[in-house]
Structures are given as structure tokens and as C-alpha cells.
């Protein structure tokens, strides 16, 4: 495994994370540069996937589903650099007559998306269909998905993490953000998640734990996490991460959940990352 | 008036429960998800005859749409059965976002409609449903008359790609349509043709509409009634074919007056060839606890109250 040449395409998610957001002048830059390293872990070294030839089927490929659409511009650059569609259609994100819209969706056509997300809690139901189909297909490839920590505030994930346990769902490595902020602020404040780890095991997940911003950690736990799957459990992984990880004014504070960086800020951002392969 | 007899009665919900069995013969792609009403929606046939493809949920309807959704991905036909105000006003976001905006085959099946769901009241008397999900762009919307269009729409939207929202209900009800029938999505039924006003009915007031015919016979009126079982898309053609020859419309639905098959059609009059109409629906209120036909009369919606709706549309039509 290369991992500099990992941390190279995190470098370049990253700059296209805060161009993105900052040519529309919206869009959520915090949670997705947080999660960078994970969707860059995810697509260029952990899932079976083929970019090239996108089929919403995807049999006989690893899934990706993301629950916390809102975090879109990361998802939309890895899903560009590993070859899903043209880099330079990002330039398009949150613009009008774009398949790169707001949040992610099915209906303009993007190819790497296969649910609509944005409205929060549904997508580990999702996920939890596609790997009960996967299991009627015999299709032995694996479901991920992400989560964002505020999110487990809405009811429709536990209802799906009653399910998937009673039902030995365990071709599904569900993950979450673990980075302790929402729009309105902490997380312990806003409405507070108490002990993840306890709630998941009582729930009947088998639960560990990476810190989703070190890259050799995401990977290890990451295959960790295949080598557990087929074993009667679906697996969750609670993932540290700081909000804003690698951009310093933008690290750890809820404020940057969902503002865009001024010309000043951009220049800033990005002369804290530099450009590894072409910006968009 | 031609004459409709029938020899059996039958809930719409066991004809949806045979439909469900025969699709699943037919195609091997169809699965089934139910939370927690596998009696209610007659899933048992089904269930014993593919147990590997059907899905208890339990009572976590939200997350059983989200996961219908989930399961087309890779190439099945799930049908969700709960009761319609579960399948509807309980989960509208997730089928909208998970659905309905992410284009996906999922067949929303609700059964106990409306009023004659009966003795449990109002809390699952859902008058609302089809307005909701008629509303949502790319919804297909059926809601059928008796057993047989039932157990026939059933097969036909597994055999239809895109998501559907299939109303039936508990009561029974005379069966009266052909048990061999094919059913296309879409198309208006000619259940009796007719010369002085337009009886547009949908679900379990087909049948109130045809006694309705029968009693207007015997007044002199001569009463065409016309099927939508498909409330979405609309058969447009069948309608305007027959208002330009009646010129009146009395619209019959076991629903709110409000985002109904009255509502849908008069969109059409207004917009395309304005004539008269009448609703026959409940009249923006909840319902209550009593038997489904005496809930029917007291709200309104039998064939008495189609008779005077028809009398009332034709003063309006003859002034």
C-alpha cells in the first residue's frame, strides 16, 4: 500500500472540497474535509468498485451509500478522481443545470450515486436493502456507509440498527463521524449521544473504533472490518475525525458545518494544501 | 344500464394477497417487506410459498421504505405492505427523498383505506393518502374497485417499472369485475355508458356508483360511469370523451374532498373543457369509530348520496 500517494489524493480532495464550496459560495466544508480520508481510504484502496463503467446494479461490487448527504463536495471529488465523471464538472457543484447538486441524488444522473441523500436517518435502511439484495443475489461484495453523529439523532437509524442485528446483516461496515458538532453546536449540548460504543454493542453491532484522520488508521480498520464481516454481525465503526481536518481556521468548530470561505480564506485554505494532482 | 351481478364477496385486501403470490410465481425479483400486519395484508400465501423473500420489518415503517428503496438496488421488486396511513402520512419524507426522488421500483402497497377500515376510528382512517402521494412527482397512483382489478393491479405493477402507490382496503365488498382481466395502468374503465352526466368513480364507491346508475335508470337519468383505478398518471382522453357528451361530472372517492380523484379531475375540467361537477368525498373531516357502512352513509359516500349529488350537478348543468 502507498499510502503518500493516498495522502496526495486526500491533499487534492481537500483543495477541491474548499473550491467547491467557495465558487458557489455554499455547502458544507466542515464534515467533508473531515471525512476525506476516509472516502479516499474507501475508493482508492479499500472497496471493489468500477468506476468506469457505472451500473446502479452494482452487482458484484462493494456499495458505498452516504447517509449525512450534506457533505457532498467530498463525495463528489472522490467519486471525480477515481473516474466516475469528469474533474472538471466539481466547477459545476450547487450551480444550476448541474448533476452536482446541493446534495446527492439519483435524478440528474451523476454516475457513483445510487440513493438520494440530504434529509437525514435514511440511509443505513438503504444500505441495510441493498445488502439483504446483495444476500438474495448470492452476491458476496459488501455494503459501506457513513454517517454523520448528529444524525443519529433522528429515529430511523435506530430503528434500522434494531434490524440489521436481528437479521445478521453482516455483509454492511456502516461508519460513523464521530466529530462532535452539529449546525447548532456540540453535540453534547445540542442533544447529547452519551456512550456510542455501549448503545451500538446493546443494539448488537459489532462496534470499533479508527481515528479517521490518519490514514494508516482508516485503512487498518477499514480491513479490519472486511475480515469481520460474514460473521453474523453488521459492523459500525465509530470514526474520530475534526471537522475541518487539515485546513487550521477551520478545524474543530461547528462553524464551519455549513459556510463558504471568502477569496481571502480560500487563499488561505489552500496554501495549507498543496495541489498534488491538477485542480478542476 | 348494463347490468353488473356478482356471485361472491371479497375484501380488495385478499385480492392484493393473491396478486402478491401470483407476481411472486411470475417473477422471482419480487420480495416482500411488511411491518407487522402479515394477516391484515394477506401476505401469508406469499410468505409460505417464497419464505426467503419476504422481509418482517416489524413496526419501523420509515425504516422499511428506506430499505424497499435499498433493495431494488441490485435488482428487486419490493412491495411494502402496511395499512395506508402507514404507508403514507407516517413515512412521506423518507418515500419522497428514498423513493419517489431516487426513482426507485418500490411498490407502496396500504391496505385499509378510508373510512370502512371501521371499528378503529380515525387514528388509521386515513382520508389523505392519495393527495400526498399523487402529489409526488413520478408516483403512479392506483386505487382498484373490487377483488379481481385488485389481485390484477398487483401483477401489473410488478410488471411496471417505477414507483406505485396501491390503495385497497379491508371491507368486503361485491365482486364484480372480470376475473380474467388485464389490468393497464392508466386507462380509464367504461363500466356502463351513458347520456346525461358523468359518474367518475374510484376503490369501493365503483360499486355504490353502478346501484347509483341503477336507481337514476329507474328516475329517467341515464347515468354513464366511468373506473379510474389509475388516479396517476390519468386517463384524460376518457374523460373529456365523455363530459363533451354529458356535460356534467359527479366525482365518487372514499377520500378528503381536498387533493383526491375529485380534485384530479377537476383540474382537468377547469384547464381543458369546463363542465359541472359534484363531489361525492368526505367533506375535510376525520372519521370515527362505527361499521363500514354506516360510516359510509353518515359521511356521505353511498349510493344514495351519489343520486343526490347527480340530481344536484344536473340543475346546475340545466340552468
Not at chain 1, 463525495?75 to 452536482?100: H, Q
Not at chain 1, 454481525?233 to 487550521?248: A, E
Not at chain 2, 371479497?10 to 416482500?32: H, I, P, Q, Y
Not at chain 2, 346501484?211 to 374523460?239: F, R, S, W, Y
Request: aromatic share 8%; proline share 3%.
Amino acid at each position: 500500500m502507498d499510502i503518500q500517494r493516498l495522502e496526495n489524493i486526500s491533499k487534492q480532495v481537500r483543495r477541491d472540497i474548499v473550491r467547491m464550496v467557495h465558487g458557489c459560495q455554499s455547502g458544507h466544508p466542515g464534515g467533508s474535509l473531515g471525512c476525506t480520508d476516509f472516502f479516499v481510504a474507501l475508493y482508492f484502496h479499500v472497496m471493489r468498485h468500477n468506476a468506469k463503467e457505472f451500473s446502479m446494479d452494482g452487482k458484484d461490487e462493494d456499495l458505498f451509500f452516504l447517509s449525512n448527504g450534506h457533505i457532498s463536495p467530498v463525495f463528489y471529488s472522490v467519486l471525480a478522481r477515481s473516474g466516475y465523471f469528469d474533474v472538471s464538472e466539481l466547477s459545476t457543484f450547487r450551480k444550476i443545470n448541474s448533476r452536482v447538486q446541493g446534495h446527492p441524488t439519483t435524478h440528474e444522473g451523476l454516475p457513483g450515486i445510487r440513493i438520494a441523500s440530504g434529509s437525514l436517518g435514511q440511509g443505513l435502511s438503504v444500505a441495510i436493502g441493498a445488502a439483504q439484495t446483495k444476500k438474495l443475489k448470492k452476491d458476496t461484495s459488501l455494503v459501506f456507509t457513513l454517517h454523520g453523529d448528529g444524525e443519529l439523532q433522528e429515529g430511523q437509524i435506530w430503528e434500522a440498527a434494531m434490524y440489521a442485528p436481528h437479521n445478521k446483516v453482516d455483509n454492511l461496515i456502516s461508519t460513523i463521524d464521530y466529530n462532535g458538532q452539529q449546525i447548532d453546536g456540540p453535540t453534547e449540548k445540542v442533544l447529547s449521544l452519551g456512550n456510542l460504543r455501549a448503545k451500538w454493542e446493546a443494539f448488537g453491532w459489532d462496534v470499533l473504533e479508527m481515528n479517521g484522520n490518519d490514514l494508516v488508521d482508516v485503512i487498518r480498520v477499514l480491513e479490519l472490518a472486511k475480515a469481520k464481516t460474514f460473521k453474523g454481525k453488521p459492523i459500525m465503526i465509530l470514526m474520530q475525525t475534526n471537522m475541518g481536518q487539515g485546513v487550521d481556521f477551520m478545524m474543530g468548530s461547528h462553524k464551519w458545518h455549513g459556510v463558504a470561505p471568502n477569496d481571502e480564506q480560500l487563499q488561505q485554505a489552500l496554501y495549507q494544501l498543496e495541489s498534488s494532482l491538477l485542480d478542476y | 344500464m348494463k347490468k353488473y351481478t356478482f356471485t361472491d364477496q371479497k375484501d380488495t385486501r385478499s385480492g392484493f394477497g393473491a396478486g402478491l403470490l401470483e407476481a411472486g410465481k411470475r417473477n422471482e425479483n419480487v420480495v416482500a417487506l411488511c411491518a407487522d400486519l402479515v394477516s391484515s395484508l394477506k401476505m401469508e400465501a406469499f410468505i409460505k410459498e417464497f419464505p426467503h423473500r419476504f422481509f418482517q420489518i416489524g413496526i419501523a415503517e420509515a425504516n422499511m421504505m428506506g430499505m424497499a428503496a435499498g433493495m431494488t438496488i441490485g435488482g428487486s421488486i419490493p412491495f411494502t405492505g402496511t395499512f395506508a396511513n402507514f404507508s403514507t402520512g407516517r413515512v412521506y419524507d423518507q418515500i419522497r427523498q428514498s423513493i419517489a426522488y431516487s426513482g426507485k421500483n418500490v411498490k407502496i402497497c396500504a391496505s385499509h383505506a378510508g373510512l370502512t377500515l371501521g371499528e378503529d376510528g380515525a387514528t388509521h382512517q386515513i382520508l389523505e393518502d392519495i393527495g400526498m402521494m399523487r402529489m409526488l412527482p413520478g408516483m403512479t397512483v392506483i386505487n382498484p374497485c373490487d377483488y379481481n382489478q385488485t389481485k390484477a393491479a398487483t401483477i401489473a405493477i410488478a410488471e411496471y417499472e417505477g414507483p406505485v402507490y396501491l390503495r385497497f382496503g379491508r371491507p368486503v365488498i361485491p365482486v364484480f369485475t372480470d376475473p380474467d382481466q388485464k389490468f393497464e395502468i392508466g386507462k380509464a374503465w367504461m363500466v356502463n355508458e351513458g347520456t346525461d352526466v358523468t359518474i367518475i368513480a374510484t376503490g369501493h364507491l365503483v360499486w355504490e356508483a353502478i346501484q347509483a346508475g341503477e336507481k337514476l335508470e329507474e328516475m329517467g337519468i341515464n347515468a354513464e360511469i366511468i373506473n379510474i383505478h389509475t388516479i396517476k398518471p390519468l386517463d384524460e382522453e376518457a374523460i373529456l370523451r365523455s363530459v363533451a357528451k354529458t356535460g356534467c361530472v359527479v366525482t365518487a372517492e372514499e377520500h378528503n374532498r381536498y387533493g383526491g380523484l375529485g380534485d384530479t379531475i377537476a383540474q382537468v375540467l377547469v384547464t381543458k373543457h369546463l363542465v359541472p361537477q359534484e363531489y361525492v368525498a368526505t367533506n375535510d373531516t376525520f372519521g370515527e369509530s362505527g361499521k363500514p357502512a354506516e360510516l359510509m352513509k353518515k359521511y356521505g359516500l353511498d349510493a344514495e348520496h351519489i343520486v343526490k349529488a347527480v340530481q344536484k350537478v344536473l340543475s346546475r348543468k340545466n340552468k
